[in-house]
Structure formats: structure tokens, C-alpha cells
């Protein structure tokens, strides 16, 4: 075995991880506390990449283009929670996924509509293009490197918030228990509002991470959402702690079986069944693995506390 | 009664010349209109309204009715808008179809159920081949043909060790297949990544990386081709590692690719700067209504609205004639942007492959040229499986 090839594809597991993380730690936070499925957090990450996309043209700057989009998700979320969402809290599971798959398409025609149907490109400033020599002679994309040091930063900003601060407190306890939280008094409705504009702009940085790497696209987010719930699933729905573990998990799997499994199964079987079984069993493994913690731990590795 | 024999049937004869001449001539088209791969569906039905303006929107005088539908990228909405067409909207060809998996899962609706079928892009090996069928033809190339042409210029150039990337689908397989069948040098690497899930190719990088290929070869169409070079350049690998492509560069992707693909090479049947009359006059005219060079899938779109004219045509508008319009076909008898061809036995086209490579034109815009000819009159290797013979 190669080593070095293992280092390498040991970071581009952690990369993907990292990215999934910041998808479901937001999706996470809305299934646990407001009990809302939301098929259209994939639509908040394509919102993500489409705004940095703009403001970057504007500004001609992505660090610039980036930072406003921030807000901006975070804003649009906060908007769509008002309008769309609030109604939905009442309601059964079936109609959450019904509007919210609404909410999906709407947003792609809403896209193809402002944006047009061929996406957008964000151009990398050009120390950030090309690639960066780490230790032992690996050769790794600078622009890689950043999501993994912005995703490290933004799980560890979560952490003091969640476990340090009054508003984190409210979370931990909403997502313990929901009705304990509203019988203290507290105010609920703009909790998941907070809690709400949090996930979308969380969303929102996924998007515009992975944006310079893959391109903006309509229905960009509806790949990586699928992933993303297996992640808040293996996880523990309502965990953040949860989320960052089984989303480095599900990475780092996804990426070592894309990269090994042609080779081991060339040891056992001919070439052409290892070709044509490899794509088939790598794409597989995640979902192995979620039957596999649901079967032995039913509400994931990290539930929260009394849920 | 009162009318007499002859008199009934000379009202008859009447009603019915009466509807043979008004019918309208009905095409079904089925492509890509929404998400991702939404711009090249909606670039092959600029290309279709452009073939019906140049041809004054009128096939042997009768009007012509377009139904474009979309497969939404997947095999089953494809199957199920095309058994739309065929029985709700009784169409009398059903043509487009971007996607090998789309066009297999689609074709037994269409074939022996009256229309004609005509494939504007893909070119699964089956239909080629075993299933070749005297109702369907394809106005663009056999999946293997191009990367067949692949793997010469890779010999010519010396290439020893070659890593190949490709989608694992039906067209990918074949592409693969295809590059296999002619390079004679060692194939040290291959990946045949999820498709379309898979946009990601960091594991698949490293590894081409750590394998020290001469080369890389891939076939990525749409946009998982644009995230290709991006990520390819990103890894730094571009300048390292020759790359090499078939169908993953276009119009669509080379003005946001830029840089990234100047100088890259590929094989095609086409390209914008083929030199011939029609060509010309549809690269301009197709420039001129849309802003943009054509990509491939547009000059195909073009061709397969060309053909079905000759059949009408050659019929006279009689669209219950089929012998006629198959017949007429076959002949290839009508102005293609690739010049004048031939059909093989299979109804396949044996045409030109080409060397192609990203330029820029005389406004800056990149695209592509010709460098040169790599096959004449190349037929495709699944021709002989097909039974058929005319």
C-alpha cells in the first residue's frame, strides 16, 4: 500500500467531512429543536453558492463576495422560516416533506429564473488555485486546505456557543425537550427563527465552500442533502457533537472506498467484476454503515440528552 | 344514398387527399431542459428552431409541430414523456435524447410502434448493434467511434502509460470500451466514478497523482466535465499530466473553463470551424440568433431536423408512406453540417473523426479547431452484429 496516496486521501475524506459537517449541522439543529424536516436545506446551500457567486462579481473579491453572502443567507433563511415555515411546525412529518419538496423546486425555477439555466463559476483568487506542498512531498489544493481550517474554526465556534452561552443553553434544551422549554417561558418562536437563520447560514457557507471546487449549479444541493441526512441519522438528530463525528465517518469512508475498494476487490475477483462492482459496492458503504449504527444504536451515536 | 356509388367515393377520395395533404408533420423531442444539464437541452432546441427557420418552418409543404419534452436527466421520466408522445400525441418521429441510459430505457416504446426514432446524441453499442431496428437512426456517432479516435492520436503521441476517468453509465462504459479498443500502449489506472451523484474527484486525483501516468484520458459530459479540469488544474496537476478528453469540453463549458482548457485536445465527428457550406451557414446563423458557438449536441439536433425533412419531403408529405421515408433516409440525402456521409447497415453515420483543440477566435472567444483528421469514413465497430441489410 501506498502511504503517502493514504495520507492524501485521508485529508480528501476529512475535506468532504468537514463540508458535509456544516451542511448537517444546521439540519440537524432544525430536526432536533423545531422537530422540522426540511428537504430545502439543499436549496439554502445552493442559495449559499449562488449569492457568494454575485457578490464575488460585484466585489470582485471572494473573501468579500463570501463574507456578504453570509448574512445574506442568513437573512433569507430568517425571511423564509416567516413566511413559509412557521405553519409547518403543527403539522405532521408527511406535510413538512411535501412543502418543503415544494420549496425545492420552487427555488430551482426561482434560480433558472433570476440566474439562468447556465450556472456560474466562482474564479479563485490565484494563491488559492493552484496547490500546496505539505509534508512528505504530498501536493495538496490550497483551496481544499481553507474548507478544512474554516470548517475546524466553525465546529469550534459552534462548541463554545452550544456549551457556553445562554442562547446555546436554549438549543441544548429545546432539543431535550421542546415543550419544557416553551412551558419555562421562554420565547420559542424567535428561538427557531434564530435557530433557523444559524442553519441556513451555515447551509449558506457549505455552498460557497464548495462552490470554487464543483461549480453553481440549479439543484446542486439535492445530491449532497441525501448525504447529509444519513450523516444527522448516524449522527444523532439534534447532536452537533453528533453531526461533526459521524459527518468525518461518513467523508472518510465515502473517500478511502472510492479510492481502495477497485484494488481490494481486484485481489479476489478478475478485473472486469472489480470494474464493474467496485463504483456499485463504494457507493454503497455509507448507507451500510447507517443500517448498521441504526441497528445497534437506533437514535444514532450521540443522541442529546432525554430525547 | 342519393349520392351513388361514385359519388360517395369521390367525396371520400376528397376528405381523405383533403387530410393527407393538411397533416401536420409531428416531432417528438426529448432532451434535458431543467437542472444541471438543463443548457444543453436548451441548446439542442435553439438548434431545432433554427433548422425549422432555415427551412421556412414548413417539410415537403405541410406545417410541422414540435413537442419538446423533458427527461429531467432520468431514465424513467425519459421512458414515460416518450410513451407520452407516442400515444397521446401520436407523434411521427421521436428524436433528441442526450443520455445513452435515457435513449436504452426509452427505445422499445418508440420502435415497432409506428414512429420513426433518431437519436441526436447518443449512441449506445446496442442499438448499433444486436438491436439495430429499420425505425431508428442517429444523426451523431456511435458512443466508441470517438474515443476509438482517442486512442490513435494517444499511439501517435508516443503515450506508454494511460490513466482513464469516466462516469459509470452506459455511455461511459462504451467511451472506455471505445479508447481500450485502439491504444495499444498500458491502460495503468482506471475509475469509473457514480453518476451523475459524483462531482467531487479528489480520491480519484490522488490517485492519478500517485500512479504517475504519461497521460490521462477522460469523458465527462455536461458539467461534470467543466468540475473536472477545474479540479484538475486545482490539484495541479494541469501542466503535469497531459489530459486528454472526448465530449467533455463544449461550447457550453469553454467560456467558463477559459484558461483551464486552452490548448486541450480532443476528438470529435465536428467541430465549429469544419469547412464546409452548410456548416458555415449554420455556425453563423446558430451565432447570430443566440450569442454563443453551437455545441456539438446543438449541430446534431440541427442534422436530425434535416433528415427528417428529406424523408417528408421525398414523400411529398405522405406520412402514412414509411417504406418512402425510410427509404429516403437512408440515402442520407440532405445538407449536414459535417458534409456529405454516407449510413451504414445499422443506419449509423460512417463519417470523419477529427482532432480538435481549444483556441481562441479573432473577438477572444474560446473554442475549438480542427487540427486533423484522425479517421475517414469511419464505421462503427458494433455494424457488423446488426442483422440488418438494405
Known amino acids: 500500500m501506498n502511504w503517502i496516496l493514504l495520507l492524501e486521501q485521508t485529508l480528501n475524506g476529512f475535506q468532504f467531512g468537514i463540508l458535509l459537517f456544516l451542511l448537517a449541522a444546521g439540519l440537524t439543529l432544525i430536526f432536533g429543536i423545531m422537530d422540522l424536516i426540511n428537504l430545502a436545506h439543499g436549496s439554502l446551500y445552493m442559495m449559499g453558492a449562488y449569492f457568494a457567486a454575485t457578490f464575488t462579481q460585484w466585489t470582485d473579491s471572494f473573501l468579500l463576495g463570501a463574507l456578504l453572502a453570509l448574512p445574506a443567507c442568513m437573512l433569507f433563511g430568517v425571511i423564509l422560516e416567516r413566511i413559509a415555515l412557521r405553519t409547518l411546525y403543527t403539522r405532521s412529518h408527511l406535510d413538512q416533506v411535501l412543502a418543503t419538496f415544494g420549496l425545492i423546486l420552487f427555488f430551482n425555477e426561482f434560480v433558472r429564473l433570476i440566474w439562468g439555466p447556465i450556472g456560474l463559476d466562482i474564479p479563485l483568487p490565484g494563491l488559492l488555485s493552484g496547490s500546496v506542498e505539505l509534508f512528505f512531498g504530498i501536493r495538496y489544493p490550497a483551496f481544499r486546505l481553507v474548507i478544512i481550517a474554516v470548517g475546524i474554526l466553525v465546529a469550534f465556534l459552534l462548541y463554545l456557543l452550544v456549551s457556553k452561552t445562554r442562547i446555546g443553553m436554549l438549543i441544548r434544551a429545546g432539543a431535550s425537550n421542546r415543550q419544557m422549554v416553551s412551558a419555562l417561558g421562554i420565547n420559542i418562536n424567535l428561538l427557531y427563527t434564530i435557530v433557523f437563520g444559524l442553519g441556513a447560514a451555515l447551509a449558506g457557507l457549505a455552498g460557497l465552500m464548495a462552490a470554487p471546487i464543483m461549480t453553481v449549479e440549479i439543484g446542486m444541493g439535492e445530491e449532497i442533502l441525501i448525504v447529509t441526512f444519513v450523516v444527522i441519522v448516524i449522527g444523532g438528530v439534534g447532536s452537533i457533537k453528533g453531526a461533526f463525528v459521524a459527518a468525518l465517518i461518513v467523508g472518510f469512508i465515502d473517500t478511502v472506498g472510492r479510492s481502495f475498494l477497485p484494488d481490494i476487490l481486484g485481489l479476489f475477483f478478475s478485473n472486469d467484476v472489480a470494474d464493474t462492482a467496485a463504483p456499485a459496492i463504494s457507493s454503497m458503504l455509507i448507507y451500510i454503515l447507517m443500517a448498521l449504527i441504526l441497528a445497534i444504536k437506533p437514535q444514532g451515536l450521540f443522541p442529546p440528552k432525554g430525547a | ?390
Not at chain 2, 156 to 163: D, E, F, S, T
Open chain 2, 1 to 390: 344514398m342519393k349520392l351513388g356509388i361514385l359519388g360517395t367515393l369521390s367525396l371520400a377520395a376528397m376528405l381523405i387527399s383533403q387530410v393527407a395533404l393538411a397533416e401536420t408533420v409531428k416531432i417528438g423531442f426529448v432532451t434535458t431542459l431543467t437542472g444541471g444539464a438543463g443548457a444543453i437541452g436548451n441548446d439542442m432546441r435553439d438548434a431545432v428552431e433554427l433548422a425549422l427557420d432555415h427551412l421556412g418552418r414548413k417539410m415537403g409543404g405541410s406545417d410541422v409541430k414540435m413537442f419538446y419534452e423533458d427527461d429531467t436527466f432520468k431514465p424513467a421520466v425519459g421512458k414515460q414523456k416518450t410513451e407520452k408522445l407516442v400515444k397521446k400525441d401520436k407523434v411521427h418521429f421521436v428524436t433528441g435524447y442526450i443520455w445513452s441510459h435515457v435513449l436504452l430505457a426509452s427505445r422499445n416504446s418508440v420502435v415497432g410502434k409506428g414512429p420513426f426514432m433518431i437519436t441526436s446524441n447518443a449512441g449506445p453499442g446496442p442499438v448499433a448493434g444486436k438491436l439495430c431496428h429499420e425505425d431508428f437512426f442517429s444523426t451523431s456517432w456511435q458512443n466508441d467511434q470517438t474515443t476509438m479516435a482517442m486512442g490513435e492520436v494517444l499511439n501517435q503521441l508516443g503515450i506508454k502509460n494511460l490513466y482513464i476517468m469516466a462516469p459509470n453509465y452506459a455511455a461511459g462504459k462504451s467511451m472506455v470500451k471505445g479508447v481500450s479498443r485502439t491504444f495499444k500502449g498500458k491502460i495503468i489506472g482506471k475509475d469509473m466514478t457514480k453518476f451523475p451523484a459524483q462531482l467531487d474527484f479528489s480520491a480519484e486525483l490522488a490517485k492519478i497523482r500517485a500512479a504517475k501516468p504519461d497521460a490521462v484520458f477522460v469523458f465527462y459530459p455536461g458539467k461534470h466535465g467543466m468540475q473536472f479540469f477545474k479540479q484538475y488544474s486545482q490539484a495541479g496537476l494541469k501542466g503535469e499530466i497531459p489530459l486528454y478528453s472526448a465530449f467533455t469540453v463544449d461550447s457550453l463549458s469553454l467560456p467558463r473553463l477559459k484558461d483551464l482548457a486552452y490548448g486541450s485536445l480532443m476528438t470529435q465527428f465536428w467541430a465549429p470551424d469544419l469547412d464546409n457550406a452548410v456548416n458555415k451557414r449554420f455556425v453563423a446563423d446558430y451565432r447570430k440568433k443566440t450569442g454563443r458557438y453551437p455545441t456539438f449536441y446543438a449541430a446534431q439536433s440541427y442534422d436530425t431536423i434535416m433528415l427528417i425533412n428529406s424523408a417528408v419531403t421525398a414523400v411529398g408529405g405522405d406520412l402514412s408512406n414509411k417504406d418512402g421515408m425510410r427509404n429516403a433516409m437512408r440515402k442520407a440525402n440532405f445538407p449536414s453540417i459535417r458534409g456529405p456521409f454516407k449510413y451504414g447497415n445499422n443506419h449509423f453515420p460512417i463519417q470523419n473523426f477529427y482532432l480538435r483543440k481549444v483556441v481562441k477566435d479573432a473577438d477572444g472567444n474560446f473554442t475549438t479547431s480542427i487540427v486533423k483528421t484522425v479517421y475517414t469514413n469511419h464505421q462503427d465497430p458494433y455494424a457488423k452484429d446488426c442483422k440488418m441489410s438494405w
